[in-house]
């Protein structure tokens, strides 16, 4: 099974897969980096996992970053050690040595890249600034390393670490073709320091590297239960999301297979998990968005800041026309609804149902940035419901408003409601058998 977001990201996926994976032998994460995060809670403790798939946080249970991340070694042996001092169990973390290692220059790169799209953004002389805006990335180094991935000659691989020669050149070789591109940015670019802190950092992950793409087909040849756990939202794949507002990597369930060598055949079924509202981080077009006191409360009750960054998420109304895409392009054969509970005490919702784009009305959603920041909404308004529904366990104990709602996420998109979240809880899930 795969779990993927449907929406910009932080729709809850952390959340879902912990409720998942008791069922499963393996949870997997199969792309993005260290900015993406996941909150989970546990017995009213919360943990944000950046790097490491919800599935740590299952006893006996094996986590798997899979070759299509791109790992920071000095984050995730950050990670590692808070989640270990928080008395969790990271003995079951493996490591794809194909992984792509972010390194240093690459979140120097990141960073002047970002600051030369603003200032770009301001100068007349490049005409329509929305078209060279700047992307509002967590400047981790994310897109510079996938992009080194793909140039391929100096990038370096996490089962690079362990091999001080191979290491050597290929660091070498970067700080040659980047230096004077980075200079700008005030990076110094030591290779000898830069080779000493990533062998360190190798040395300190060895026991959990392996070669994840026979660990993985393993596994599901001998029946085992493998979860694969998206990062990001797919409205920011970047092929399908709204480009170029994007993230560096294939965040729908078409990435799974490259981004973990199991073949697409043995992924099973996948579930989209939707926020019963949207949010966005950085640049880029959201069409519901709120700039009143109704965004503002919605913001708050949802602790709509980012796990990674900290910074505020952008809010709006649910966008079904979204939400229909990004179904069809996953294949989602169930959704689940998280945050319905922040809900609560609005009087009148309102749900996206259409978009005005150029004069004409379209249920297509166009992905693509430009485009997209030109449409217009077109509303269906609901009433909202009162009541607390954090204690509700079964659908039926919803209140009718909330019931209506999830009835029409499912008859616009097509796809059957399979869980619903009204609270941070492990306990608090819904299942659509228990209705």
């Given amino acids: 099974m795969a779990v993927v977001g449907l929406q910009w990201g932080d729709e809850g996926k952390g959340k879902i897969v912990d409720h998942l994976a008791e069922g499963f032998d393996a949870v997997v994460r199969y792309n993005g980096g260290a900015n993406a995060g996941h909150s989970v809670v546990i ?70 890249r970002e600051d030369i799209l603003k200032r770009a953004a301001e100068d007349e002389e490049f005409g329509d600034s929305s078209a060279v805006s700047h992307i509002g990335t967590t400047r981790r180094g994310i897109g510079p390393c996938y992009a080194e991935k793909v140039q391929r000659s100096s990038a370096v691989r996490i089962g690079d670490l362990l091999n001080i020669e191979v290491l050597t050149a290929k660091v070498e070789l970067a700080c040659r073709l980047k230096r004077a591109g980075l200079a700008e940015s005030g990076c110094s670019l030591d290779p000898a320091a830069l080779v000493a802190a990533a062998s360190e950092q190798g040395l300190r992950l060895a026991p959990m590297i392996r070669d994840t793409t026979y660990l993985l087909n393993d596994l599901v040849s001998s029946g085992k239960g493998v979860l694969f756990e998206g990062a990001n939202g797919s409205l920011l794949d970047v092929d399908h999301g709204t480009y170029p507002f994007v993230t560096g990597s294939s965040c729908t369930s078409a990435g799974v297979a490259p981004g973990t060598g199991v073949p697409a055949c043995s992924i099973g079924p996948v579930l989209g998990i939707v926020k019963a509202y949207s949010t966005r981080v950085g640049a880029g077009p959201l069409p519901t968005e709120l700039h009143d006191a109704t965004g503002d409360g919605i913001r708050d009750r949802g602790r709509e800041f980012g796990t990674t960054t900290g910074r505020p998420r952008r809010v709006g109304w649910l966008d079904l026309v979204a939400v229909k895409y990004a179904c069809m392009v996953n294949g989602a054969s169930g959704i689940a609804v ?46 909202g419901f009162d009541q607390d529904i954090a204690g509700c366990r079964s659908l039926q104990s919803l209140p009718r408003q909330a019931r209506e709602y999830l ?29």
Avoid: W
Avoid at 410 to 420: D, E, L, R
């Fill in 338 to 383: 998280t945050l319905l509970d922040v809900l609560s005490g609005i009087r009148t919702l309102r749900v996206c149902v259409g978009y005005e784009l150029d004069g004409a009305s379209t249920e297509r959603f166009p992905a693509d940035g430009l485009s997209l920041g030109r449409v217009r909404p077109v509303y269906k308004d609901m009433d």
């Fill in 43 to 112: 017995g009213g403790k919360r943990f944000a996992l950046h790097l490491i798939p919800a599935g740590i946080l299952s006893p006996g249970k094996l986590a798997v970053i899979g070759n299509g991340v791109v790992i920071d070694p000095g984050a995730l042996i950050r990670e590692i050690d808070g989640l270990a001092s928080s008395g969790v169990d990271v003995s079951g973390l493996v490591i794809s040595d194909r992984a792509h290692v972010v390194m240093p220059y690459h979140q120097a790169e990141d960073g002047l």
């Fill in 407 to 435: 009835d029409l996420v499912a008859a616009y998109t097509g796809v059957p409601i399979s869980m619903v979240s009204v609270g941070p809880g492990r306990e608090q899930t819904i299942t659509a058998d228990r209705s």
